[in-house]
Structure formats: structure tokens, C-alpha cells
């Protein structure tokens, strides 16, 4: 049987919103899984968003310069499935207090839900309700469920509801939205069902395997009840009068009462207010990692100035990039205790070999810049401090040591700076890396980097030596703990123990988190990473 399904944008990363720059294809075109549907633009690269099934496209909801976001319906695609499978057949209706929710009836013993394969979940009997309304959507794209899991949640004129599944498995499309009207028999979702039971289970049998899975599980929970309640300790005690008051389904009712959260404190996202699943999880978030501020404990503001009073002004918005770096830095500055340490490094006899190589190398299309060397030095400085390839943990009582080393570099732009990453970097050699540096480069300049090769680094290289300056104060990329800057080199007179010798200088600039690495750790850095930038015969001859 033929089924519609949305066409939902997936994950877009640290994206909130993108641009739709092409359409790939058109209104009754015939698709395959994975095939590209239309183009859109980060500030950072260009990607095509894939059809979610094989079908036939009925549809399309974008045009060209559109801005859309993750989860957003950019179509409908015509697919075909196999079976139908009812959500819950005749639900009864449980009053409990001011809400209702839906109960699964009884199943006779022995027999298994009717699963397997791709179905269609639909909506239930609903009683004397011919239609009723969707107020909150609680399964997305990708989902796994378990039997007796809320799918949505919907409101009549007397009650919310929750409407439970009745098979377990891999949520494939969801076909309905906030704001839709369902009725008895419409579709919810296609579900690529897990396997039915294989037999049924003698009831002695179960009895005890359910004893000894409770103990089980009551054993497995207790640590973990313990470390919630604790880290819980802050959340206010719950006050019943204006928890039963407040406008949420049953299902954010139970969630509520099981992290300790008094709804009467929420303040609702959904319909008319309502308390939806996202906001209760965003409440205690914001309470454990101590974003919830109170009245008058932010940062003081920058006085607001009309220009215009004092000459003529230019207004021009901000870049793409701009826009998304620019409160990622600020609150880096601001989270991270930031210290900078200085140094020099020699570089003479290596900017002598490069001059040597570089001509071999361009023969093989590679251009060996001085960057691939202090990118090479880097993952031996890393290698022998590997601290500073760590992370702090969320909740700050741990470090996670990273067994990678992804190097991310600044490349300039006119959209402005982009920080692609070399994976694996301890696994090239200096050629290597000078062939990667270019690539990468260049894609940055073109706008085509991919999501991927702008994530992962556990460490960044800022250089600014082709442009100039002496040094600078590079800002830590968090999650990563340090960043070095990389300033011009110049040539120096150095004392060599009997007279001042000319020689080729390179200043660093070590930006760290002060609360992971210290000031000997730091300078303990420097210090090998220049001894490893005049040691040019190691790093050439060094192999992965």
C-alpha cells in the first residue's frame, strides 16, 4: 500500500537555520534513498539534504532562498509500505485527576503483538471524538520505541491524552505535526517494527524471571538513583496546588514528578501554554549546569550609542559566520579562565630545508607551506603532552583524554575565518599534511567544506604569520583546552654564547584554559614544540 510521508530536514549540526540554494528536484519525480532533494548553505559549506525513503516526490514546500532548520517539512514523498498496524485498539479512558490518559486493553496470554517489518501506526477508536487535535509530537525521525512508549499526545474537549504504542522498534517517518487534526484510523508514523516473540513464556517461569529481573534492575538503579538525587538536590520542592494546575499532558505529568520538577515553575513553549517534554528537560538542564540566573545576576551591558547623532553611518549585517562564531567566542572568553604564553622559536634551519623541498614537492602538486611543519611539531608537543589534547568533562570533575588527534587551522576567508580539521594528523607525514592544509583550504575559500570536516578537533592552530604582527591572543576553541597562535617570523639576533648570531625567529602564542592547564605545564609545551620546529631532520624523516 501506498503511504505520504513528510519530508523532514534532518539534523543540520550547530546550524539553526540554512539557506536553500538549489532544488535537485521536481514534483512527481522518482527518488531513491539517500538521493539529493535540494542544496542548502551553512556559513561554512554547501550540502544536499537526502530523501528519507525510496518514492515518489508529491510535493515540495521550498524554493530557492528559502531558510529552513532542522526538523522543518520541506516536502511530501509518496512511499510504499507493507502492512498497517493499529496503535491501540479500543483505548479505554483512565481519569486521573484533571487529565486522562489512554490504557492498552488486556492482551490474551500467549499471544504476540503483530510486528515485524514496515508499518504503518494509526490512530485508535477514539470514541465519540470524530477528531481531535495534536498538541505535542513525542517521537522523531529515528526513535527507537518500546511497547506502551507515548507517541502524541492529543486534547478533546475534556482531556489530554496520550496515545501509547502497542510495538517496539525504529520510528522511520513521522506523518503528523503539532496542530493536525487526527481521527480514528489516521496515520502517525511508519515504524520499521522489531521481531515478534518467538513463544510464549509458562507463567511459573515468568514469575520468576520477573523476580529476578527486578532484583536485577532494583540493584542496577540504586547508584544510579543515588547520583540523580544528587545531582537533583537544587531543583524546588514541588508544590502539589500549582502542579495540578498546570497545562501538561500525563505523560510530561510523570516525567515531571520523576525528576523532582514543580511544573508550576515552567514556563510552557507548546500550545496555549502548554508544559511539553523539552521544556521540562531544559529546566533542570538550565538548573544543574547553572544557566538559571537570577533576576539581575547577568553581565552588564554595553552602552546602546545612536551614531547617527555625531555623522553619517554605514549599517551592514553581520556574516553568516560571524553570527555563529561571534557568541561561541564570547562565551568561551567568558567561561574559560584564559592565559597566553608566549615564546620564540627557530625556525632557520628549517625554513632552508622547505626552500630545498618545495620545488620537489610542487612537482607533486603540494604546495609545503611553514604551516605543515608547525602542524607536524604540534602532533609531537601533543603526543608528549597529552593533556593538552584533553577535554573537561560537563559537569568539570574530569578530564577526557582524547586517543586522536584531529588539528583544526583558521583559513582565511571573505566570509571570514573557518577552522577545518585535519583528522588523524598524527597518522601523516609533512607532505601529507601540506597536500590536506591545501585542499582543505581551498574548499574553505569555495564555501564547499562538509559538516564533517569541520568538527572533531582536539586541538587548533591560529596562523597569522602571512600577514603579520608580532603576537596576539588567540581564543580557546572550547571544548578544546589550548589554541596556539602563530605570529610572523623575523630574522633576530641571538647570543650564542660567545657572539649575536642572525637567525629566523617564529613567534607562539599558547592560549589555555587555566583550569586544566597551568603555567609550567604551558611553557613545558612551548619549549618542546620550538626544540621540535629547529629539529627539521626529525620531522621530515618522521613517519605515521
Known sequence: MAATIDIIVPDLGDFDEVEVIE??????DSVAREDGLITVETDKAAMDIPSPENGVVESLSVATGDMISSGGVIGKLKVEVSDTVVIAPALRHEPTGDTTVLASPAKPDGQPQRS???????????????????????????????????????????????????????????????????????SLAIIEADAPVAKPVPAEAAVADNSATAETVQQT??????????????????????????HASPSVRKLARELGVDLAQIKGKGAKNRILHDDVKAFVKAILTGQSAAPGGGLPKTPSVDFSKFGEIDVQPLTRIQKISGPRLQASWINLP????????????????????????????????PLAFVIKAVVSALQEYPKVNSSLSDDGKSLVFKKFIHIGFAADTEQGLMVPVIRDADQKDVYELAAELGELSALARDGKLKSDQLQGASFTVSSLGGIGGTAFT?????????????????????????????????PLSL??????????????????LGKALADVDTLIQATP
Do not use: C
Open 23 to 28: 532544488l535537485l528536484v521536481s514534483v512527481g
Open 116 to 186: 515485524g517489518g514496515v508499518q504503518t501506526l494509526v490512530v485508535p477508536d477514539l470514541g465519540d471524538f470524530a477528531e481531535v487535535e495534536v498538541i505535542e509530537v513525542q517521537i522523531s525521525n529515528g526513535d527507537r520505541i518500546n511497547t506502551d512508549d507515548p507517541l502524541i499526545t492529543i486534547e478533546t474537549d475534556k482531556a489530554a491524552m496520550d496515545v501509547p504504542a502497542i510495538v517496539g522498534g525504529r520510528i522511520e517517518s513521522v506523518l503528523v505535526q503539532v496542530g493536525d487534526k487526527v481521527s480514528a484510523g489516521s
Open 221 to 246: 538503579a540504586a547508584p544510579v538513583k543515588q547520583q540523580a538525587a544528587a545531582a537533583v538536590k537544587e531543583l524546588p520542592s514541588i508544590n502539589e496546588a500549582g502542579f495540578s494546575r498546570a
Open 338 to 369: 584564559h592565559v597566553t604564553q608566549h615564546d620564540l622559536a627557530d625556525i632557520t634551519d628549517l625554513e632552508a630545508m622547505r626552500q630545498e623541498l618545495k620545488g620537489a614537492a610542487k612537482e607533486r602538486g603540494i604546495s609545503l607551506t
Open 474 to 506: 588567540p581564543i580557546v576553541n572550547a571544548p578544546e583546552v589550548a589554541i596556539l597562535g602563530v605570529s610572523r617570523s623575523s630574522m633576530q639576533p641571538v647570543w650564542n654564547g660567545s657572539e649575536f648570531d642572525a637567525r629566523l625567529m617564529l
Open 511 to 528: 592560549s589555555y584554559d587555566h583550569r586544566v592547564v597551568d603555567g609550567a605545564a604551558a611553557v613545558r609545551f612551548t619549549t618542546f
